[in-house]
């Protein structure tokens, strides 16, 4: 199995910065992609932000210029800086891993980590 651990999260003023880290453990094999993704009350889970093991990212159009997505690939770790946020950005954030499987590939999920932005 698969554990990702997140940290980081919590209570910030609009314009204010928060960082997030999620480290994966377990059976790892290769690790394709890892990502944040968030989910508001009411709205669907959507991906916030994504990196590749090649160090492709690619960002939603919603944060692009104010957060930036990294990884440390030898720590199985990625982390999101989150500066100017907003308080449409309260959500869940949830980390995810895509884990390569021979051909095929499985996806893992962190428990979440709330984000609240008070205006």
Do not use: H
């Amino acid at each position: 199995q698969v554990q990702l651990a997140e940290s980081g999260g919590g209570l910030v003023q609009a314009g204010g910065s928060l960082g997030l880290s999620c480290t994966a453990s377990g059976r790892l094999s290769t690790i394709n992609s890892m990502g944040w993704y968030r989910q508001a009350p009411g709205k669907q889970r959507e991906l916030v932000a994504s990196i590749t093991s090649g160090g492709s990212t690619s960002y939603s159009d919603s944060v692009k210029g104010r957060f930036t997505i990294s990884r440390d690939g030898s720590k199985n770790t990625v982390y999101l800086q989150m500066n100017s946020l907003k308080p449409e950005d309260t959500a869940v954030y949830y980390c995810d891993a895509k884990i390569r499987r021979g051909p095929f590939e499985d996806e893992y999920w962190g428990q979440g980590t709330q984000v609240t932005v008070s205006s």
